[in-house]
């Protein structure tokens, strides 16, 4: 048996995008344009064609801006802003991507082009072609035209974002030539579809119990990693490593299918082999299967996420409660992870935006199926380097939402002051600390609120200098990565997640401007699948990090899990145990002792189990130890630490 969960259609309701919802945030702009207001009188614009565009291919497309009864004065300028992932706009080379040619049907009027860019890192506004009125002026009705991706051959000449998504072609207008900027309503959407099918991706869960039966989510993505909706097929399971019950091959009617019927006899680990039609064969994560269900469920999430809320406009047309619906969707149905969170920047969020993201999560989570955890992120000041830290709540009736813009929360100490009195509610977890862009100058810390460290995202990884998977950007390992914490002493547990820049969690690379590292994974051994359980195993440290794959890791110290904090006599044995089962071959698993690796045992397969006593035993007041490991394939797992106190 097999059923659909929705994601396709979910995902295709897009046709009526430029309408009631766009228009919803009650005259001010959403995500990157938060900043502008709405204008009135000030026109309309219409593309042609409206669409669809398909992710990364060529496209040509003509934007007509008709004036308003305000119309436009001499001096005053129409600016035209393509989505984020677009061909950034041009008017110097007739041969080069995004060339725009342009005109105006008033006589007398000469428009005067000009190119803004942003700065990566600065702003999350797209670059955009100013069109200023040199002589003349526009009156009601009066049109400028702009011929995107023009070239002299006629062969289309911008390229269309990667992500499949309806995306928002803006319009500002500066209709009294005086400087002052407003937001054309109703902006041309044009809805950028999937390219071809290239793969499946097997999600599986993690553990099962003998005999009792479970599911597999098969997604089918094209070579970006969209979501492909209109897949159509057959797809066939077999088991690998022991034996398996499976429903042979079920029928695929959409990009996400829900395949049921699956059951383990013996204990074991074991990998299911799909094979969907038309598509290289594919294969689950490992799944462990016990005789009883265990005590702590290995849950996988992806609790970082920046959405359509504050930048860019991921996906066009949609009002803020449905930005948080399309987020937890997302996750929860197509990258298939068990909790998640719309981790928006709360200095661009306004109350009722913050509102709806609690809702949301109020809203999304079913216990045993997703668990969606109410957040904002915290942005520092970059010429402090004060950092970024998301701040996770586990209560979502109304927690507060303290910004970095607001004198009475804009330092960290002043952020960790308003959360006082939430031990155990709240947390605040700093994200790529050794960015020498925004990242975290550790003279900031609270081990109240701050527990974890998100070792690696899209950005890259931030554990030490020398580290595999660097920032993308710059980089100041020295003073700001996770070994410079660990080595002050903080007792940081570690996860990973995504940063991804598209309300895409879970499953994605994209960063606004270009492509990142994949996004990682937070996993967390957990006493129970809900809210509580998910906070509890993170408050307790009981979790660690992925570069993206579903390796389960196990790691003891003295028979303490990770995240644990023990006390050892001087002369007693510090005996590591380490079992892992990777989503391919194992090459090595590190032993990290005190920002050194102390132990390296070799892989060899996708599965490991190793035992190690350090003979150094005690070499400072606290020791710590974590375990680090490495896939063939260049995927990693980190523990969090377990720190050994002198007895």
Same mark, same amino acid.
Not at 122 to 143: C, D, Q, V
Not at 471 to 489: I, M, R
Not at 528 to 542: K, M, T, V, Y
Not at 609 to 623: C, I, L, M, S, V
């Given at each position: ?15 009526? %995008? ?35 565009? @398909? ?11 008709? !004036?308003?009864?305000?119309?436009? !004065? ?7 802003? +393509? ?25 007398? @009027? ?18 955009? #072609? ?6 003349? %002026? ?24 990667? /992500? ?18 407003? #937001?054309?309503?109703?902006? +041309?959407?044009?809805? @950028? ?9 097997? @999600? ?24 492909? +909706? ?72 992806? +609790? ?70 109410? !957040? ?32 009475? %929360? ?8 308003? /959360? ?5 509610? =709240? ?9 020498? &862009? ?19 995202? &899209? ?66 051994? =957990? ?58 071959? &194992?090459?090595?698993? =590190? ?6 690796? =102390? ?40 523990? %969090? ?7």
């Amino acid at each position: 048996m097999e059923r659909d969960d929705g994601i396709a259609e979910y995902f295709a309701i897009h046709d009526d %995008s430029t309408g009631g919802r766009f228009m919803s945030q009650l005259g001010r702009g959403i995500g990157a344009f938060r900043d502008f207001t709405f204008g009135e009188g000030i026109g309309r614009a219409e593309a042609d064609p409206p669409g669809p565009a @398909v992710a990364g291919r060529l496209g040509m497309w003509r934007f007509t801006y008709s !004036a308003g009864p305000r119309g436009v !004065a001499d001096g005053g300028a129409v600016r035209f802003t +393509p989505p984020n992932g677009f061909s950034a706009p041009q008017f110097e080379d007739m041969t080069a991507p995004g060339y725009c040619s342009f005109s105006c049907d008033e006589k007398g @009027v000469r428009l005067a082009p000009s190119l803004w860019e942003p700065e990566l890192g600065i702003t999350f506004l797209p670059a955009s #072609l100013t069109l200023t009125l040199e002589a003349g %002026s526009l009156a009601e009705g009066g049109r400028v035209e702009i011929v995107y991706g023009w070239t002299p051959s006629g062969i289309p000449g911008a390229r269309a974002q990667l /992500l499949a998504m309806p995306a928002a072609f803006h319009f500002t207008i500066n209709a009294a030539g005086d400087g002052g900027w407003e #937001l054309l309503p109703g902006p +041309p959407v044009i809805d @950028v579809r999937p390219e071809a099918p290239a793969k499946a991706i097997a @999600v599986s869960p993690a553990q099962a119990v003998c005999g009792e039966p479970f599911a597999l989510r098969i997604v089918v993505r094209d070579r970006y990693g969209n979501v492909v +909706p209109d897949y159509r097929g057959k797809i066939e399971f077999r088991a690998a490593g022991g034996e398996a019950h499976h429903p042979g091959a079920v029928s695929a009617s959409g990009g996400v299918t829900v395949a049921e019927g699956f059951s383990i006899d013996a204990p074991g680990v074991r990998r299911i082999e799909v094979e969907a039609e038309g598509l290289p064969p594919a294969r689950t994560p490992p799944i462990r299967a016990e005789a009883r269900a265990p005590e702590r469920r290995l849950l996988f999430g992806d +609790p970082h996420c920046m959405s359509g809320l504050c930048v860019g406009e991921y996906p066009a047309g949609l009002d803020a409660r449905g930005i948080v619906d399309y987020v937890h969707t997302y996750a929860r149905d197509a990258a298939g992870v068990d909790f998640g969170a719309c981790t928006s920047l709360g200095y661009r969020m306004d109350d009722a935006e913050w509102r709806a993201v609690c809702e949301g999560a109020r809203d999304f989570t079913e216990p045993g199926r997703y668990v969606a955890l109410p !957040a904002y992120e915290w942005f520092g000041m970059r010429e402090r380097q004060d950092g970024n830290r998301n701040v996770y709540f586990l209560d979502d009736d109304g927690p507060p939402k303290y910004h970095s813009r607001d004198p009475e %929360s804009d330092m960290p100490e002043k952020l960790w002051a308003k /959360l006082e009195g939430m031990e155990g509610r =709240a947390l605040t977890i700093p994200h790529h600390s050794a960015s020498a &862009i925004i990242g975290t100058r550790w003279e900031y810390h609270n081990p109240r609120f701050q527990r974890l460290v998100e070792i690696y995202s &899209i950005w890259g990884n931030s554990e030490a200098q020398g580290c595999e998977r660097p920032l993308v950007n710059s980089s100041d390992y020295e003073h700001q990565s996770v070994e410079v914490a660990l080595e002050k002493g903080f007792r940081l547990g570690i996860v990973a997640g995504s940063d991804t820049h598209t309300s895409q969690p879970g499953y994605s690379n994209r960063l606004r401007l270009k492509n990142g590292w994949h996004g990682g994974y937070a996993c967390v051994w =957990a006493e129970s699948f809900d809210r509580e359980g998910i906070f509890r195993a993170l408050w307790e440290r009981r979790c660690y990090g992925t570069t993206g794959a579903r390796i389960i890791l196990e790691f003891t110290l003295g028979g303490e899990p990770m995240g644990s904090e023990i006390a050892l006599a001087a002369g007693a044995a510090r005996e590591v145990w380490v079992r892992a089962e990777g989503t391919g071959d &194992i090459a090595e698993v =590190a032993v990290i002792k005190n920002a050194r690796a =102390a132990h390296l045992f070799k892989g060899g397969g996708e599965s490991f189990e190793g035992r190690w006593t350090d003979p150094a035993g005690r070499e400072r007041g606290t020791d710590y130890y974590y375990v680090r490991v490495k896939q063939a394939d260049g995927e990693m797992a980190w523990s %969090s630490p377990v720190w050994v106190e002198a007895g």
